[in-house]
């Protein structure tokens, strides 16, 4: 794979962009785990649905700012970084993006449109088990990008 050699500026501010936009993401699914999708749940009958319709519809507009950002300087990392971003570690932030897409887009929204239309335990469940991949997945790509800073600033 043919990389252009970015300077350590341009490094560097590529990184700290992702990084940023990686720890908004994170704590956002972190957040989404512990606290919003357990407590729907908790809702009396048929509150749980029109939560979950308000929660959909502004589910991606929270969350696509932060991903779109660490989606294009994951790709831009794999095409043009200086040296202080191993190859490797620029095709694990791709890999976890595509992971964190999948997950959130063809698993986890068919269970939140579900949960929209009516209150299931068993869809509840599976939503929960899922985005605990993806935190798990969005906390490790925080602890690389942690890496990757302390590789530019040593």
């Known amino acids: 794979m043919t990389c252009l050699t ?3 500026g341009a490094t560097a501010a590529l990184v700290l962009a992702q ?5 908004y993401t994170t704590g956002f699914v972190w957040t989404l785990q512990l606290m919003d999708y357990p407590m729907v749940a908790r809702l009396r009958e048929g509150a749980s649905e029109s939560y979950m319709a308000a929660h ?3 589910f991606w507009r929270v969350l696509a700012p932060g ?3 660490a989606g294009v ?3 831009l990392l794999v095409v043009a970084r200086g040296p202080a971003v191993p190859l490797w570690a620029a095709l694990l932030c791709v890999a ?3 992971l964190i897409m999948v997950l959130s887009g063809a698993v986890a ?3 939140r449109v579900a949960l929209a239309q009516h209150f299931s335990a ?3 469940a599976h939503l929960l088990r899922v985005s605990w991949v993806r935190t798990a997945a969005f906390s490790a790509w925080s602890g690389l990008d942690a890496w990757l800073v302390w590789r530019l600033i040593r």
Do not use: F, G, I, K
């Open 19 to 23: 990084t940023l936009a990686v720890l």
């Open 73 to 75: 300087t994951s790709v």
């Open 56 to 58: 959909n519809q502004m």
């Open 6 to 8: 970015a300077t350590r």
């Open 96 to 98: 976890l993006l595509v």
């Open 122 to 124: 068993s869809v509840h």
């Open 109 to 111: 929204t068919p269970d």
């Open 67 to 69: 991903l779109l950002v």
